[in-house]
């Protein structure tokens, strides 16, 4: 936006300031002048034919051509613009002015962000202090939005190059190690990511977005001690999550804390976490709350928890298929079933919530519950990691022990 508000006031005052003349004829000089002072007027079109005219008269009037490029950038008329620019640093080589404008255009409204990393670098090989190390914070950008552009297309590794790019332009940058560490992460160059997640909150202590992206990265890498520190970090950096983020070191705390058997902290941090959460988080917030009273056995917490998830987020499945495995251990089979049916909607928890709802038939065991559980056995054996489980279940219904065989 910043970019596009300064790229704004250069339009306005583009010709008032020129450099220093080169030498051209005085008639292309003449039509020069009246150009600008065309545009000055706003008189585009008129404007542009002037220094058309100029460039006829002399085709080494690299301002003329400036002028056109000006113009048609007012015209909006991008490549004639890009075209023009071009033809006044040809004539030219050391015009950095046009160098500027160009890359300007070619980042913020053509996002042609190779092409204007050129220009930039151009540019610096002509004068390095140019505008006040404008310039630099210019590439910068220019590598920084060609990254994301990238990861966007999941080409991670070119990303990460663009990024390292601008860490090199600007080494003080937290957030662009941060981008980098992101890049690094998706392409599972873990360690690299964790040298620049680190650079990131080295440079920047309250970085909260850094500190939870490397707990998650320790988390990815079963670095559970790790993990833990960086998601309080997090936590301590911006504890009412005013960054809507921040949320996730909650919750993924929460389920480290979960998996390494301090079901009691989870419960304890997520019940903090359902204080300061946005509300299209507080779901995944009472979910993993709802898990961490389960561990616990506290299963008619994990009920509450559950219910309160789906008041935020009636659909979600993982909420139903928890609830009804809370129900189930609670023995309240009919709620259960009920749970458990509206999260057979989902691709993900649709085969658990058919095994779960065999196991509920199975000890509940109404008029015809045999059928049924085999019914929704049946549909574990679509999956693997249910089929054993599924099998055995169904060999046990059809041949209970302690009924005789045929044929013994």
Same mark, same amino acid.
């Given at each position: 936006?910043?970019?596009?508000?300064?790229?704004?006031?250069?339009?306005?005052?583009?010709?008032?300031?020129?450099?220093?003349?080169?030498?051209?004829?005085?008639?292309?000089?003449?039509?020069?002048?009246?150009?600008?002072?065309?545009?000055?007027?706003?008189?585009?079109?008129?404007?542009?034919?002037?220094?058309?005219?100029?460039?006829?008269?002399?085709?080494?009037?690299?301002?003329?051509?400036?002028?056109?490029?000006?113009?048609?950038?007012?015209?909006?008329?991008?490549?004639?613009?890009?075209?023009?620019?071009?033809?006044?640093?040809?004539?030219?080589?050391?015009? /950095?002015?046009? $160098?500027?404008?160009?890359?300007?255009?070619?980042?913020?409204?053509?996002?042609? $962000?190779?092409?204007?990393?050129?220009?930039?670098?151009?540019?610096?090989? /002509?004068?390095?202090?140019?505008?006040?190390?404008?310039?630099?914070?210019?590439?910068?950008?220019?590598?920084?939005?060609?990254?994301?552009?990238?990861?966007?297309?999941?080409?991670?590794?070119?990303?990460?190059?663009?990024?390292? @790019?601008?860490?090199?332009?600007?080494?003080?940058?937290?957030?662009?190690? $941060?981008?980098?560490?992101?890049?690094?992460?998706?392409?599972?160059?873990?360690?690299?990511?964790?040298?620049?997640?680190?650079?990131?909150?080295?440079?920047?202590?309250?970085?909260?977005?850094?500190?939870?992206?490397?707990?998650?990265?320790?988390?990815?890498?079963?670095?559970?001690?790790?993990?833990?520190?960086? $998601?309080?970090?997090?936590?301590?950096?911006? +504890?009412?999550?005013?960054?809507?983020?921040?949320?996730?070191?909650?919750?993924?705390?929460?389920?480290?804390?979960?998996?390494?058997?301090?079901?009691?902290?989870?419960?304890?941090?997520?019940?903090?976490?359902?204080?300061?959460?946005?509300?299209?988080?507080?779901?995944?917030?009472?979910?993993?709350?709802?898990?961490?009273?389960?561990?616990?056995?506290?299963?008619?917490?994990?009920?509450?928890?559950?219910?309160?998830?789906? %008041?935020?987020?009636?659909?979600?499945?993982?909420?139903?298929?928890?609830?009804?495995?809370?129900?189930?251990?609670?023995?309240?089979?009919?709620?259960?079933?009920?749970?458990?049916?509206?999260?057979?909607?989902?691709?993900?928890?649709? /085969? +658990?919530?058919? /095994?779960?709802?065999?196991?509920?038939?199975?000890?509940?065991?109404?008029?015809?519950?045999?059928?049924?559980?085999?019914? @929704?056995?049946?549909?574990?054996?679509?999956?693997?990691?249910?089929?054993?489980?599924?099998?055995? %279940?169904?060999?046990?219904?059809?041949?209970?022990?302690?009924?005789?065989?045929?044929?013994?």
């Amino acid at each position: 936006m910043l970019l596009r508000v300064f790229t704004a006031v250069v339009l306005s005052a583009v010709l008032l300031v020129q450099p220093a003349w080169t030498q051209v004829s005085p008639e292309s000089a003449e039509k020069y002048n009246s150009g600008q002072d065309l545009f000055k007027k706003r008189r585009y079109q008129d404007a542009l034919a002037a220094f058309e005219d100029a460039v006829k008269l002399d085709a080494k009037n690299a301002q003329a051509y400036r002028g056109m490029a000006k113009t048609y950038q007012k015209l909006r008329n991008y490549p004639q613009a890009v075209e023009s620019f071009q033809m006044a640093v040809g004539v030219k080589p050391d015009y /950095v002015e046009a $160098y500027y404008e160009l890359g300007q255009l070619q980042l913020t409204t053509l996002r042609e $962000y190779e092409k204007a990393q050129s220009s930039f670098q151009s540019l610096l090989e /002509v004068n390095p202090d140019f505008q006040e190390g404008k310039v630099r914070d210019l590439l910068k950008a220019a590598y920084v939005k060609h990254g994301s552009g990238y990861h966007r297309q999941k080409n991670y590794k070119k990303a990460a190059a663009q990024y390292e @790019n601008a860490t090199q332009l600007d080494p003080t940058d937290a957030t662009v190690f $941060y981008n980098l560490g992101l890049a690094h992460r998706s392409a599972r160059n873990y360690t690299k990511a964790r040298n620049a997640f680190t650079t990131a909150t080295d440079l920047n202590p309250k970085y909260a977005k850094a500190h939870r992206a490397l707990g998650d990265l320790y988390r990815i890498t079963k670095k559970n001690s790790q993990a833990i520190r960086s $998601y309080k970090k997090a936590i301590d950096s911006d +504890p009412s999550c005013k960054i809507k983020s921040t949320i996730h070191a909650y919750i993924n705390l929460g389920k480290v804390y979960t998996s390494t058997k301090q079901a009691a902290k989870a419960v304890t941090m997520l019940q903090k976490a359902v204080t300061v959460s946005p509300k299209n988080r507080k779901a995944k917030v009472y979910i993993a709350l709802g898990f961490a009273h389960t561990q616990r056995k506290h299963f008619k917490s994990a009920v509450s928890a559950f219910t309160q998830a789906l %008041k935020f987020d009636g659909r979600n499945s993982e909420a139903q298929y928890r609830l009804a495995s809370a129900h189930f251990e609670l023995k309240n089979y009919q709620n259960a079933l009920n749970a458990a049916r509206k999260a057979t909607g989902s691709s993900k928890f649709r /085969v +658990p919530a058919h /095994v779960l709802m065999g196991d509920v038939f199975d000890a509940w065991r109404p008029d015809g519950w045999k059928e049924k559980a085999i019914a @929704n056995y049946k549909k574990g054996l679509k999956d693997r990691r249910n089929k054993k489980y599924c099998e055995d %279940k169904i060999d046990r219904i059809l041949n209970p022990m302690g009924e005789e065989v045929e044929g013994e």
